[in-house]
């Protein structure tokens, strides 16, 4: 489970982090502006980065996904030193 | 003519729990009929669960009534900067948990048929002592847990069903007259015991089969309720722009639609920590375990921090709206969302709603739990020191299931005796900083080759003795408080878990650098080398 990551796998990471430090909002942190009459503004930021979270999530499944994992887990064990399956 | 009973309107959102719980039952007694017998379809579903059902049962397990409740009541004192300290920051780490160490787990899980963290980790660091370290720990961690949840289902159902039985159950103030807020509700020994019994009865049937399918009919329950409770409240209010306007009008209340002055920039930022903590739940290692594929876990990586917000983000408005319309001088503002409704919406259905609502976020996490708690007693303790081979499946499942009522009765007890003086909601941030600390460990497990023993050792005692201290001084401090108020510790305006988190990885790092490596074999076992094939052509 541990081979070389795939060009994209750096792209998602660069992402995350990204939208980690995008986290801490701090040009709206006195802001009380309602969105639409309706949402503090800076709660609809942080409803939109949940969603934006989520997005990061879908790119990361379809093109960082690590699929030799599955094909690992679904061997057979062969070696003595591996337990049975259950 | 005396009468146990109130009107009809007094009793609708008793029989609306009452459904919510009936269905409950009949859930519970599909999924014994649905079980196959075998230990791995009592503990971990045969792993056969895929991706709809996997989302709502690990959604449902992580979100527990302070998603519905507190999230409001946080709302109502702090403002709208509880959504990113806690909803946002979940959306993004959550899923990275998931997507990191989920899978991973899931794989050895499968590959060598483990069924509990200690089975896993015992063997990853050929260290059984690891093992007998770890689950007094983990148990301990999920015990206040477990109370926050069942001392929580308690005070909700009392104000939730109150006129109902005024003349069996009278709750009068000092002067002698009816308290209106709980007087003839069902008193939370009650409701704690309805609660326990009926999460006992359908994880006792159908074991974790029964959880995970409780799990998704109760996240759809509390996804509904918080929606609902928006829109109607809303109405209430005047309109969605009516009720906001009314907050921003407010001369205090206004405070609530920004973070200025109600978090500081380090405690919001190092809340992050926090989310960490489904990384070691036990509740949810076993979840992980029942996925079918790997990618099963795909639709739960990506829609997670979606369904976060669906919850949240409503009762956040909700609580900055109680601000507006009852000022910010209510004591105890876990109540708020029962105030909203009661007494602005008087829809006896949706009062009844909002508690099956509250009792769904609190049960789906409370059945994940008791399970674990079983099955960790049986595979860790009985099954590790007697023998695997001296049980078989059939009298494997009837030790989890007495471990199971145990744990229950053991739980509503405790719950009895400290339902009063507890911070219920405090206790829940303690839990998962203990958990979150304990994060470095599920991370170099998995990804660290030269992570050792010795690491792991030090690791989990250097977290026990800083969460321990920490704590105590902090549950000591709250005893100064008057009940309902609770001020977050903060230690140089960050979160504990930050010192707690920092303790934990230079033990491990540490100590792991200055010991021998694991075994050449055991490395080989959870590090296997993979085909050039399966890197050339990734599924997506």
Known sequence: MDKPPHPSRHVIWLAFWLLFLL???????????????????????????????????YAATRWAWPSEIEDWAEMPTTSATEGPRS | ?????????????LLVIC????????LGITTARLFKGTAADYFVVSRSVGSFFMLMS????????????????????????????????????????????GIRMWAVGKRYGYMTQCEYFRERFESPALGYILFPILVLLVIPYLLVGVIGAGKAIQPITSGAFPDLFPVLRPDGTPNPALHGGIPPWLGMLAVCLIVLFYVFAGGLRGAVWANVFQTLVFMATGIVAFFIIANRLGGLQAASQAVADHADASARLARTGQIGYAQFFTYCLIPLSVGMFPHLFQHWLTARHARSFKLTVVAHPICIAIVWAPCIMIGIWAAGKFGTNIPDANTVLGRMVNQL????????????????????????????????????????????????????????????????AVTYVLALLLQKGTHVFDLGVWCFSGFAS???????????????????????????????????????????????????????????????????????????????????ATLGKFFPALTPEAESNPRG
């Open chain 2, 1 to 13: 003519m005396t009468s146990l009973a109130a009107s009809t309107a007094d009793l609708t959102p």
């Open chain 2, 438 to 520: 304990l994060f470095p460990l599920a991370f170099v497990a998995v990804y660290w080759r030269r992570a050792t023993k010795a690491g792991a050792i030090a690791c989990v005692v250097t977290t026990a003795v800083v969460w321990t201290a920490l704590f105590v001084h902090d549950m000591i401090e709250k005893q100064k408080l008057p009940p309902g108020q609770d001020e977050e510790l903060l230690i140089a305006g960050l979160m504990p878990v930050t010192f707690i988190f920092a303790a934990s990885v230079a033990s491990l790092v540490i100590v792991s650098l200055l010991t021998r490596p694991p075994a050449t």
């Open chain 2, 58 to 101: 690990i959604f449902g397990t992580t979100m527990t009534g302070f998603a519905i409740v507190g999230s409001s009541g946080k709302a109502y004192s702090t403002g709208i900067g509880v959504y990113g300290l806690m909803a946002s920051w979940s959306g993004l780490i959550h899923s990275a948990c998931f997507f990191l160490i």
């Open chain 2, 19 to 26: 459904g919510y719980m009936s269905l409950l039952v009949v």
């Open chain 1, 23 to 57: 986290h801490q909002d701090v040009w709206f942190w006195s802001d009380r502006t309602l969105v639409l009459g309706v949402v503090p503004i800076g709660l609809a930021y942080h409803v939109g980065y949940s969603f934006a979270a989520a997005t990061l999530w």
């Open chain 2, 345 to 408: 919406v008087h829809l006896p259905w949706l009062s009844g709603l909002l508690g099956a609502g509250i009792l769904a976020a609190i049960m789906s996490s409370l059945d994940s739990q008791f399970m674990c708690i079983g099955t960790m007693f049986t595979r860790d303790i009985v099954v590790r020191v007697v023998g695997k081979h001296r049980f078989t499946d059939r009298e494997m499942i009837w030790l989890a299931r007495g471990f199971i009522v145990a744990i229950v």
